[in-house]
């Protein structure tokens, strides 16, 4: 609608029923401007507003579709078993303020295992820490575990002392395997440990690290050729010599895969072995219903520990033929 005001020497077009002016072009001459449509401005404000709303709703969508479905769909398909039940409410914060800090525990958030945490008299060779050694209770938790079994060495008179073997695999996955090899040693060492033995399962890894060291060279040249020059027999002999096993924090699937692959040993070893001891997975379990062995799990070492890996997701888990189970 066209309008002319007394006040003004150009017509105004009344754009929409609020009062909104605009002027015309000047009628000698100049082309007047088309008129808006009523329409407008709601069109223009629908489209700002769906295009505010509709990354949120991307990101629900994608979360819901790729991070929920897919594991419910395979638990249903009998693929993956469901989470046990103790693991309701649990997060990561929470478990390693539990196992960590100096905090009331269990926290009233969690549903803690009926073993309870941090490990109790019943468990006094297990350790499961979120964050390593890194603070003076788990530090003390640690040498509680380890004198423990240390002593319930002497008393069987086995050969282990006080080594640990050092289970770097995670550590390779996901960090630097010979940073972490140095820093347990010293850590461990400053711990009551005599010799932390630095190990890598997997093969393909232990070459890996040797290529590494050869381009990098000096101490990691040396650490990389003693990674190739292991072999399954020497990790089970040094896990034999063994008071504690320290499984590294990184990488979960590595874990679990080394941890389930049979052995590649020689005959004379694999004949002083029970037929059921084909893996580090049966080995190690075997070996923790010995009071005269401790078992040490950082972060997915821990996870490796348990009933389930809650730390796989849903492709690693169908990388391992739907079977997410721990130790």
């Known amino acids: 609608k066209v309008i002319q005001d007394s006040r003004f020497a150009r017509p105004f077009l009344l754009v929409s029923m609020d009062t909104s002016y605009r002027c015309l072009a000047d009628n000698t001459g100049g082309n007047k401007d088309p008129p808006v449509p009523r329409f407008a401005r709601p069109l223009v404000a629908f489209t700002v507003g769906v295009g505010l709303m509709l990354p949120p709703m991307l990101g629900w969508c994608r979360a819901s579709l790729f991070d929920t479905q897919p594991v419910e769909f395979l638990a249903a398909r009998g693929r993956l078993p469901p989470p046990p039940p103790y693991l309701s409410g649990w997060s990561r914060a929470s478990w390693i303020a539990c196992t960590s ?22 468990f006094s060779r297990l350790l499961l820490s979120g964050d390593g050694l ?6 003390k938790e640690f040498q509680s575990v380890f004198q423990s079994a240390i002593a319930a060495c002497d008393l069987v008179n086995c050969p282990a002392g006080s080594r640990v073997l050092h289970v ?13 090899c140095e820093m347990r040693r010293a850590e461990l060492t400053s711990l009551g440990a005599s010799e932390t033995i ?5 093969p393909v890894a232990r070459e890996d690290l040797w290529k590494q060291g050869q381009i990098k060279g000096g101490p990691r040249k040396a650490f990389g050729e003693a990674m190739r020059n292991i072999t399954d027999d020497y990790i089970l002999q040094e896990l034999n010599g063994a008071v504690a096993v320290f499984v590294e924090v990184g990488g979960p699937l590595v874990l679990a895969q080394q941890f389930r692959r049979p052995l590649n040993l020689s005959k004379a ?23 005269a062995f401790a078992y040490v799990g950082v972060s997915s070492g821990a996870s490796l520990a348990g009933e389930h890996m809650i730390e796989l997701t849903a492709e690693d888990i169908e990388s391992l033929g739907g079977d997410n189970s721990g130790l």
């Open 101 to 122: 800090k100096s905090v009331p525990c269990p926290l009233k958030r969690l549903d803690i295992p009926p073993s309870g945490c941090p490990s109790n008299t019943s």
């Open 269 to 291: 070893v694999r004949s002083s072995l029970a037929s059921s001891q084909r893996t580090m997975k049966d080995i190690i379990r075997d070996k923790m219903t010995s009071a």
């Open 198 to 202: 630095c190990v890598v399962l997997d």
């Open 168 to 180: 770097l695999d995670a550590a390779w996955s996901a960090y630097d395997a010979y940073i972490f």
């Open 134 to 139: 890194s603070s003076p209770r788990v530090r």
